[in-house]
């Protein structure tokens, strides 16, 4: 994989907006170690967003773009909500479907690209939110686990509906009142990692994203998995500052907070038997590939 | 019935699809202009009549153009960066020829920099900001750029021509089909060849290409 396939024609270069000259001279396709330290020197990793200021969904979003393995080829499928003011920005192919689904999309989108595409490698990665997964997309979501097709689903829980403005869902802890729901949840937050899990998922993780490392390798984990096993599910908490009332500044503490042991964060990992030995073959190739390095860096300085 | 005519616009806010209208496609030799079907040559001589007369006659390759996907692409850059250089040389100081990429198809949300930029979601601002009076779509994706042209006979008086590589568009005031780097090559002769016959259009518009 590499950038080869994304020339400018060199009579079109110098009317091309900076962006796709950026793309094509600097992006991170290609580069065998791409992963969240390239963000801030590459613009195809979100340069701009249009979410509020310090919404921790942007830095999600930028940590999920520089750790799919296989980005040239990589569809993202898209679903009404905050995120979707970022997919304009995103140098991924991706389809914005229909609020809540997102899932069936992916479903006849990955059976397709694999008949059409027979001998390549072609991930299919759902980023959605709560309301689009757990609530009015929750058949879909399922539907999906049970057919066992092979995409990862993300979902971004803000534990409310922000794009709208705040109304209940399902991943809504118990007992909060959001600006369009006064009376207060009345019931507990929806266990979707544990109903993922029921439902076929071989790879499971409920964690925050105020590590970019840990988001980084469960992204990788989660479309491997996805890639050779079936479907995976990512429930990442990226807090609605506006709507819980914090600024700008206090998105990553709100996360350190809620990761917790002990509180509703807690990093959850649930790893069915075909992958966990899947997982444990691709980190074995890791390290010998590493350590091949080592051996050449070694023997050049020698 | 009077024959629905394809013309600049304003037309209104959801201008009607030609095709709906009544318009044909042209059959392979000939092109439409305005919605008539006519031999292919004088959809030539029209076409070079208008980027003559205009007073921003523009070109927006599209991503079929714009990125080096294969030798045939690459080819018709080489054909269309001719036909700009060629249109650049025959129009008079008054106007100003301009070449504007339209490099994918993304809504640019929440702004499009129209001065070096189109989108077809949001055409008709890229037109007005550069007061263009008269376009040609190449290498833009059938549906894509039917939904430019519809949006931009709804809000702009742009004179549209289509150079496209299928059956041709019912949507663009005149129309090729077929496009290959010899066709473009052609409608830059024909620029050539009506250099300082035609006069330049006297129209003025007060907000870009709108009225
Ligand atoms: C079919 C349909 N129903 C309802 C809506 C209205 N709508 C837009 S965004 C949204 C809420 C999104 O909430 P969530 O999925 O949690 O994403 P967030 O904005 O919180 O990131 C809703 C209900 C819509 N766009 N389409
Ligand atoms: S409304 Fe909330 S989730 Fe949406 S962009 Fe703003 S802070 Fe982020
Ligand atoms: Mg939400």
């Known amino acids: 994989m590499?950038?080869?396939?994304?020339k400018i024609a060199p009579e079109f270069y110098d009317i091309m907006p900076p962006e796709y000259q950026d793309l094509v001279n600097r992006a991170t396709y290609g580069k065998e170690d791409r992963g969240w330290k390239d963000i801030?020197?590459?613009?195809?990793?979100?340069?701009?967003?249009?979410?509020?200021?310090?919404?921790?969904?942007?830095?999600?979003?930028?940590?999920?773009?520089?750790?799919?393995?296989?980005?040239?080829?990589?569809?993202?499928?898209?679903?009404?909500?905050?995120?979707?003011?970022?997919?304009?920005?995103?140098?991924?192919?991706?389809?914005?479907?229909?609020?809540?689904?997102?899932?069936?999309?992916?479903s006849g989108l990955k059976r397709a690209l694999t008949v059409r595409f027979p001998g390549r490698i072609k991930d299919v990665v759902v980023l959605a939110g709560d309301g689009a997964t757990v609530d009015i997309g929750l058949d879909m979501t399922l539907q999906a686990w049970f057919r066992q097709e092979k995409f990862t689903t993300i979902c971004f829980d803000n534990e409310l509906y922000a794009n709208t403005g705040g109304q209940e869902s399902g991943l809504m802890q118990k007992g909060f009142v959001a600006k369009m729901a006064p009376v207060g949840k009345t019931f507990d937050k929806v266990r979707l990692p544990e109903i993922a899990r029921e439902s076929g998922c071989h790879y499971v993780v409920q964690c925050t994203v105020s590590k970019p490392s840990l988001v980084e390798k469960v992204i990788r984990n989660a479309v491997h998995v996805?890639?050779?096993?079936?479907?995976?599910?990512?429930?990442?908490?990226?807090?609605?500052?506006?709507?819980?009332?914090?600024?700008?500044?206090?998105?990553?503490?709100?996360?350190?907070?809620?990761?917790?042991?002990?509180?509703?964060?807690?990093?959850?990992?649930?790893?069915?038997?075909?992958?966990?030995?899947l997982l444990a073959e691709l980190a074995a190739k890791d390290k010998e590939k590493k350590a091949a390095a080592k051996e050449q860096l070694a023997a050049q300085q020698a | 019935m009077?024959?629905?005519?394809?013309?600049?616009?304003?037309e209104h806010f959801l201008p009607p699809a030609a095709a709906s209208m009544g318009i044909r496609l042209p059959n392979p030799g000939e092109g439409h202009i305005n919605g008539v079907i006519v031999p292919e040559e004088q959809a030539y001589e029209e076409a070079a009549r208008q980027f003559l007369m205009a007073k921003v006659p523009t070109i927006f390759p599209g991503p079929l153009v714009l990125w080096a996907w294969n030798e045939k692409a690459a080819k018709k850059a080489t054909a269309i960066r001719h036909l700009y250089e060629t249109l650049k040389e025959c129009v008079t100081p008054q106007q100003r020829a301009m070449l504007i990429p339209m490099p994918d198809y993304r809504p640019?949300?929440?702004?499009?920099?129209?001065?070096v930029e189109i989108n077809p979601n949001h055409p008709n601002l890229t037109i007005w900001h550069n007061k263009i009076d008269c376009c040609m779509f190449v290498g833009v994706h059938c549906h894509q750029a039917n939904l430019s042209l519809k949006i931009?006979?709804?809000?702009?008086?742009?004179?549209?021509?289509?150079?496209?590589?299928?059956?041709?568009?019912?949507?663009?005031?005149?129309?090729?089909?077929?496009?290959?780097?010899?066709?473009?090559?052609?409608?830059?002769?024909?620029?050539?060849?009506?250099?300082?016959?035609?006069?330049?259009?006297?129209?003025?518009?007060?907000?870009?290409?709108?009225?």
């Open chain 1, 2 to 6: 590499s950038k080869e396939r994304i």
């Open chain 1, 40 to 106: 801030g020197s590459a613009k195809e990793l979100i340069e701009e967003h249009s979410l509020c200021a310090g919404c921790p969904e942007s830095m999600a979003f930028r940590y999920i773009l520089a750790s799919l393995p296989n980005p040239e080829d990589t569809v993202m499928v898209g679903s009404t909500g905050c995120t979707s003011l970022v997919f304009p920005h995103v140098a991924v192919h991706n389809i914005h479907s229909l609020f809540g689904n997102q899932n069936a999309i992916a």
């Open chain 1, 226 to 277: 996805a890639r050779e096993i079936g479907p995976t599910y990512l429930q990442l908490y990226t807090p609605c500052i506006l709507e819980i009332g914090k600024n700008s500044m206090e998105g990553l503490q709100e996360m350190r907070d809620s990761e917790k042991p002990t509180e509703r964060f807690a990093f959850k990992e649930f790893v069915s038997e075909p992958a966990k030995q």
């Open chain 2, 2 to 10: 009077t024959q629905y005519k394809v013309l600049p616009g304003p």
């Open chain 2, 108 to 115: 640019k949300y929440p702004k499009i920099n129209p001065e």
């Open chain 2, 152 to 211: 931009i006979r709804g809000g702009t008086s742009c004179y549209t021509i289509a150079m496209c590589a299928q059956a041709g568009h019912e949507d663009a005031m005149l129309s090729f089909r077929d496009a290959s780097v010899e066709k473009i090559m052609k409608l830059a002769e024909w620029v050539r060849k009506l250099k300082g016959t035609v006069k330049v259009s006297q129209v003025v518009s007060k907000s870009g290409a709108s009225n």
